[in-house]
């Protein structure tokens, strides 16, 4: 069984809205979206993409702001290429808080 | 003895045939040739370059005295003919004299046409015709600061006007149709015409009346145009066409029309009188440019020593060199039903060539900028040949016919495979192939597969080409231009239903609309969202995250994820407070880079996205505002210094920009929104491409729109003169409020006027009830969104998740 810590309140982020985790590895960006589902990527693809937590949301996918690419929050893939992958994580919501798996963090830091 | 022929005017054509008819018979006449000019023959058509200063005018004389007495011309220049006795057969001079004639040579030329306004004989005021125009001309150069206004957009006024501007004249051509040269040239061409001679320093104003030419003892001082404005000069040139010179002949009783009747030998309704050049009228039709008058020369001298001949009109062209630019035209041009058109521009080298077809012949061309093959199109317009085979390619000219006709997308099929499309994502014409061949069908799917296309978008038609060559017949480039692949609607339909429908959120719009996805994509979100904004100004509630993220946290994101801030100065004007504070805060923040903007204010680059509230908040303890250097809406208001310091000053430039600025700040619109004032028309703000412009002149404020200066560099078009202040601020609103109302999301207003036209435009705002009314919605709308974003963030919170991290893992040891 993996381990999730507590990173807040689903309310925390609004609808369609994003926000950061800091790890010593580098930002993971938390994504709820209009149907309260809630995903983790990695906020930067190297320096190929992100950030991000600051694209436009629609459905469970999200533009990236600076090259307009269309990032699947489910798999993190840019849609229609099987090349670029954006790293996922997995993270899941319990009695309204919202759960990163620690693998997360310890991925990023040794990564 | 030998015959008498008297010749009235030593002009071009009358010079030509008196040269043919020596070379048939030297001796046949005895030639007594009055001129009224002080002088001989000469080649009026270089008059230009003597105004340049490319030649002097010894060079332009055509016949000496030399070849006069040689010829026994008995010359009495600088002598009018007043009048002519038929039955005696004899003319008479100013001063008198009666010379008796066997033969006598209407040559007598155009006169140019004067408009009557008031004030046209004041001294100063010139026509452009011959030496001595030439001369007023030059002598003004001489001068210092001089200003000259033409009146005429045509070849000679354009003519007289670049030959002043080299002369170092300040120069303003007045025209009076919408675009210059319009009898030869299309709206396109004297479109491209008017920006070269613009880059030459001379001014041009289209569509302009002048009303009344203003004096001063006696003395030109000025031009006033119809809407009030007035030009200054010193001498005002009137290049405004030409009548032929036909009193003369009228008064002896000849039959003239709009010019001296004659027959295919040139003869008039006198079998003693013949006629030649610009004073001729014939089968209807009358002559401007000399190469006619060359062949009515030939014929006249066949006629005189009694040979046959016939003068047959031809087609004709015109190539002009309006000094320094290079245009063509030649045939009609004009669009009518079963005509069609070839059209052919690069705007980098500034090129554009347009050939008008009907029933395969080429019945017009217009070029401008390159008119190299010009000869090779008039040659088979004249011919009438079927350009059928070649249509495909024949606007490239006869260096690019083969034999067989050539695939229009052969450009692009001769691409090899490393060829790239799309610049901005580096992505090449073999990749494009690849996804096409693994399925990607449509523009939309080579886009979401290659990213080719996505970023400045410009590639779109060379990637719509490449699917055309590789999938043949089964692709069709989308027709209508939908909002985005989530819907079937355009633009303008969908705004159209949120009114008409009342629909007051994106969820609703969506469903109500039929939206083909579940809650559409980055390009109709924040389109819709826009639409509402200005549709529902009290009751919509903006949805930030259907905004682009730099309208939605309110400063520029950078390539590396840090923002700019960029704080208002009104009117650029700044305070050793504010300067202070931004120092600051630059040390306060690291800020790494502090930069002056093209838009007359300061940008702090490089912030960390979580300091942005924090920096927000001491700029504004320092009184400043957010300048929306972010935002599809009201930018910079950039002004000159104006009447407060400059000496050139009509009105209180930056006052007026400040003014504007304070009441248009923080709306939202379409696109982003520019503006400029500039105190007078020497135009230091600018204002000339901005979205809006205004331009003080002595009389009040003349209002442009419809400039850029981005991807498209556009220069605007004047939309109204106001008198006051307030009319100013009054039609800037109107005007911002229409395009607010009325323009697709991402159209700056250019591109909107072009869809409406720029007429209905002005209609809108020239009913005063209508532009009172725009301005008050304006308003309204503004008491909702004139709130300062920044101030809203430092001390209220407003979205405050978005500036700090949910979680920071960083502040507990690494494990
Ligand atoms: C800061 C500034 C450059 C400078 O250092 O001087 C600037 C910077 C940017 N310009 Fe600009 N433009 C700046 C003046 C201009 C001007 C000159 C002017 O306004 O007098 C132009 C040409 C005039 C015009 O707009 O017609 C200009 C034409 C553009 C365009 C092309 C627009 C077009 O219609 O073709 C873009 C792209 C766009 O808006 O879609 C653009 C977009 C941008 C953006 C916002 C790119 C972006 O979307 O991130 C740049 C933000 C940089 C940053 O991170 O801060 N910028 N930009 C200028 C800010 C002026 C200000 O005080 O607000
Ligand atoms: C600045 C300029 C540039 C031009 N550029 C071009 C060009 O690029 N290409 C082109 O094809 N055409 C051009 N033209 C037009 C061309 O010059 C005329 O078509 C041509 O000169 C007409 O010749 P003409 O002999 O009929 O008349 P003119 O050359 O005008 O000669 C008529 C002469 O008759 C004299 N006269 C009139 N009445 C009397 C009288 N009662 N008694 C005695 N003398 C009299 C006048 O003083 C004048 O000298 C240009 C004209 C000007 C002014
Ligand atoms: S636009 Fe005219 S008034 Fe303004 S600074 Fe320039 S010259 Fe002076
Ligand atoms: S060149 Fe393809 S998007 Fe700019």
Known sequence: MSQFIDIGALTDIPQRGARIVRTHGGDIAVFRTAADAVFAIDEYLGDKAGPFSNGIQHGNSVTDPIRNWIIDLTTGETVGTEDDVIPTYDVKVEDGRIMLAASAIRAKVAA | ?815
């Open chain 2, 1 to 815: 003895m030998t015959k008498k022929l008297v010749i009235i005017g030593a002009g071009m054509a009358s010079g030509r045939a008196l040269e043919e008819l020596f070379k048939l018979d030297p001796n046949a006449y005895d030639v007594t040739l009055f001129n009224a000019e002080p002088r001989g023959n000469y080649n009026r058509i270089m008059l230009s370059p003597v105004l340049s200063g490319d030649k002097a005018f010894e060079e332009i004389i055509t016949h000496t005295a030399e070849w006069y007495e040689e010829n026994g011309v008995t010359c009495r220049f600088g002598e009018k003919v007043v009048s002519i006795d038929r039955a005696r057969k004899v003319v008479v001079a100013e001063n008198g004299d009666e010379v008796a004639y066997d033969k006598l040579m209407f040559g007598t030329g155009s006169n140019p046409f004067i408009i009557p306004l008031p004030g046209h004989d004041l001294d100063g005021v010139i026509a452009y015709r011959d030496l001595e125009d030439t001369n007023a001309m030059i002598d003004l150069g001489n001068k210092k600061d001089a200003k000259a206004v033409v009146i005429g957009g045509g070849l000679l006024g354009l003519e007289a006007a670049a030959g002043l501007a080299l002369r170092g004249v300040d120069v303003t051509v007045v025209h009076i149709m919408g675009h210059l040269m319009e009898r030869q040239l299309d709206e396109a061409a004297g479109y491209l015409l008017k920006k070269a001679l613009i880059d030459k320093g001379i001014t041009v104003l289209c569509n302009a009346n002048s009303k009344e030419i203003l004096g001063e003892d006696g003395k030109v001082k000025a031009l006033a145009l119809g809407d009030g404005t007035e030009l200054p000069c010193d001498l005002l040139v009137m290049a405004v066409g030409i009548r032929p010179n036909v009193k003369l002949a009228q008064d002896a009783g000849l039959m003239v029309g709009k010019g001296i009747h004659v027959d295919d030998q040139m003869i008039t309704s006198d079998e003693n009188i013949v006629a030649v050049g610009e004073c001729v009228e014939h089968d209807g039709a009358i002559f401007g440019l000399v190469a006619p008058l060359y062949d009515q020369a030939k014929v006249l001298a066949k006629t005189l020593v009694g040979q046959e001949d016939k003068f047959v009109q031809k087609e004709i062209s015109t190539k002009l060199k309006v000094t320094g630019c290079d245009l063509f035209s030649a045939g009609d041009f004009a669009e009518a039903e079963g005509r069609e058109d070839i059209v052919f521009r690069d705007p980098a080298r500034g090129v554009y060539k347009r050939l008008v077809l009907e029933n395969n012949k080429i019945i017009g061309a217009v070029m401008y900028g390159d008119t190299a093959d010009s000869n090779w199109f008039f040659g088979m317009m004249k011919d009438g040949e079927d350009i059928a085979e070649m249509r495909d390619t024949l606007i490239f000219g006869p260096a690019f016919q083969g034999g067989a006709p050539v695939d229009p997308m052969a450009a692009v099929a001769a691409l090899p495979d490393d060829a790239e499309i799309c610049g901005c994502n580096g992505i090449s014409k073999g990749d494009i192939v690849a996804a096409i061949n693994a399925g990607a069908d449509t523009l939309d799917a080579v886009k979401s597969t290659t990213k080719a296309a996505t970023s400045c978008g410009t590639c779109a038609g060379l990637v719509g080409q490449v699917l055309g060559l590789t999938l043949g017949d089964d692709f069709k480039m989308p027709e209508k231009e939908t909002i985005c692949k989530c819907s079937d609607l355009s633009h303008d339909e969908v705004r159209k239903l949120i009114i008409a429908k009342e629909l007051k959120s994106i969820p609703q719009a969506m469903q109500e609309l039929d939206w083909g996805t579940s809650c559409g994509c980055h390009v109709c979100r924040p389109a819709l969202n826009y639409y509402m904004v200005c549709a529902w100004p009290a009751e919509y509630v903006d949805d930030g995250k259907s905004r682009f993220i730099n309208e939605r946290v309110h400063a520029n994101i950078q390539k590396d994820g840090t923002y700019s801030v960029v704080p208002r100065m009104l009117g650029g004007i700044t305070t050793p407070d504010e300067l202070r504070a931004i120092a600051d805060v630059s040390d306060k923040f690291n800020i790494p880079t502090v930069k002056v903007t093209g838009g007359q204010r300061i940008d702090l680059l490089g912030v960390k996205k979580e300091d942005l509230p924090a920096v927000w908040y001491d700029l504004g303890q320092a009184g400043m505002i957010s300048g929306q250097a972010y935002s599809k809406g009201l930018r910079t208001v950039k002004t000159c210094v104006g009447t407060d310091h400059c000496r050139f000053g009509t009105q209180d430039s930056t006052g007026l920009g400040i003014k504007i600025e304070s009441e248009m700040w923080g709306a939202w619109s379409p696109h982003k929104f520019k503006i400029a004032v500039s105190g007078c028309p020497r135009n230091c703000a600018e204002a000339t491409c901005k979205d809006l412009g205004v331009i003080c002149v002595d009389s009040g404020y003349q209002i442009h729109v419809g400039g850029a200066a981005g991807m498209d560099v556009r220069e605007t078009d004047l939309l109204c003169q106001v008198a006051t202040e307030e009319e100013a601020i009054e039609v800037s609103n109107a005007f911002y409020q229409l395009y607010r109302e009325g323009a697709q999301y991402l159209h700056r207003p250019y591109k909107w006027i072009a869809k409406v036209g720029l007429d209905w435009v002005k209609e809108q705002i020239a009913d005063l009830e209508n532009r009172k009314a725009l301005c008050e919605r304006f308003r309204f709308s503004q008491e909702t969104y004139q709130v300062d974003p920044w101030a809203e963030r430092a001390k209220k919170g407003v979205d405050a998740h978005e500036f700090e991290p949910l979680a920071d893992f960083t502040k507990v040891a690494a494990e």
